[in-house]
């Protein structure tokens, strides 16, 4: 089944309502085996065009990951990513801020992570947190100590946003493409996820009471996605709303995504001039005796 790419994405402009957008949708795979299959050839065409990426030079590809908990980051990450090269990609998991980088603006401490060109560049959680986290906790605000911050005034928010777009554009400027997945998970499937953590000794440290908590804050979460998500996606740092109730499926898509928008880059090796070629011709020689 082939993918409608533009389905998933954010038109810019366009207002977000999350309960008019699915969590899940049609399979894109048939069977188990079926799926391996897709995400493998997915994966082998991902490696081949991060190698070309590094030999090019001249662009690198950020990642933004952003969800609900038990939406699938972690796992999507692992799996779409299993095939590239380590010393090409970079993933940073950003939590609660230190005393240091509250000591910076919002912006600080990932634009410290950014990748190199050549580079693929992965962020589980991103500056995003500062209007989405921080949006629903305004208590984390006022703990950054900024003149005038008022967690009530929307205009506070609205140069949130400006800033976020203009460190994006400034990226695509200078050769970084910017692609931004949420994975948009139901409700009732976070409560069967949890459910499964507590259930599966193995997984009881991936849960905690701050996560019920977060979980009684659902409505606000949505909506102060909704508002980023429709602020911030742009035709040059796309937003993909995943669904993301059937992990596998949501794989294909973000891997999908991802290849697309490599090629899209048009990245081809190094041209060689005559002078290089002449080069190369005479050291071949000399290698032949």
């Given at each position: 089944m082939k993918l409608e790419l533009k389905t998933f994405r954010v038109p810019e402009g366009a207002k977000v309502r999350l309960k008019?957008?699915?969590?899940?949708?049609?399979?894109?795979?048939?069977?188990?085996?079926?799926?391996?299959?897709?995400?493998?050839?997915h994966v082998?065409?991902?490696?081949?065009?991060?190698?070309?990426l590094y030999a090019d030079n001249r662009h690198a590809l950020l990642l933004i990951f952003q969800a609900m908990d038990a939406a699938g980051k972690d796992g999507a990450i692992k799996h779409v990513m299993s095939g590239v090269n380590p010393q090409g990609c970079q993933v940073y998991s950003f939590k609660h801020p230190s005393a240091q980088e509250l000591e910076h603006d919002f912006l600080w401490r990932t634009t410290q992570c950014l990748p190199e060109r050549g580079r693929i560049g992965i962020f589980n959680?991103?500056?995003?947190?500062?209007?989405?986290?921080?949006?629903?906790h305004p208590e984390i605000l006022r703990g950054e100590g900024l003149p005038g911050a008022k967690p009530a005034d929307t205009a506070f928010w609205r140069h949130r946003y400006r800033s976020i777009?203009?460190?994006?554009?400034?990226?695509?400027?200078?050769?970084?493409?910017?692609?931004?997945?949420?994975?948009?998970l139901s409700k009732e499937e976070q409560r069967r996820r949890f459910l499964a953590r507590i259930d599966d000794p193995?997984?009881?440290?991936?849960?905690?009471?701050?996560?019920?908590?977060?979980r009684a804050r659902w409505k606000d979460y949505q909506s102060a996605y909704e508002d980023c998500l429709a602020a911030t996606s742009t035709a040059h740092a796309p937003w993909h709303i995943v669904p993301a109730d059937d992990k596998a499926n949501a794989r294909l898509i973000v891997s999908e995504v991802i290849v697309n928008t490599l090629a899209n880059l048009k990245l081809r090796y190094p041209q060689l001039d005559q002078t290089r070629r002449k080069e190369?011709?005479?050291?071949r020689h000399l290698l032949a005796k």
């Open positions: 008019e957008w699915p969590t899940r949708v049609k399979p894109l795979y048939a069977t188990k085996k079926d799926y391996a299959q897709l995400l493998a050839s082998q065409q991902l490696s081949a065009m991060q190698s070309l959680r991103s500056y995003y947190e500062e209007v989405l986290i921080v949006r629903v777009l203009d460190l994006e554009k400034h990226l695509q400027r200078n050769g970084t493409q910017v692609v931004k997945f949420f994975l948009h193995a997984k009881n440290w991936k849960f905690s009471q701050a996560d019920i908590a977060e190369l011709k005479a050291i």
